[in-house]
């Protein structure tokens, strides 16, 4: 079990910015804008990434 509650609180807030970055892309998809489907896909590559990174188990996180 992951110990650290901030990491827990930050991957909950990369759900989030994926979630936001996925409405974005779907928007610019839609009303043809460039910029704001680059900007969502950006959204969604760092969200994902970041939601991995949180959940990732340290060493430090034995029980």
Do not use: C, Q, W
Not at 16 to 29: D, E, K, M, N, Q
């Amino acid at each position: 079990m992951i110990k650290g509650e901030g990491r827990i609180v930050a991957a909950l807030g990369a759900v989030f910015v994926t979630l936001g970055g996925i409405h974005a892309s779907l928007r610019g998809l839609l009303f043809d804008e460039n910029a704001v489907t680059y900007y969502g896909v950006l959204a969604i590559l760092i969200g994902a990434a970041s939601f991995v990174v949180m959940l990732t188990p340290f060493p430090s996180d034995e029980p």
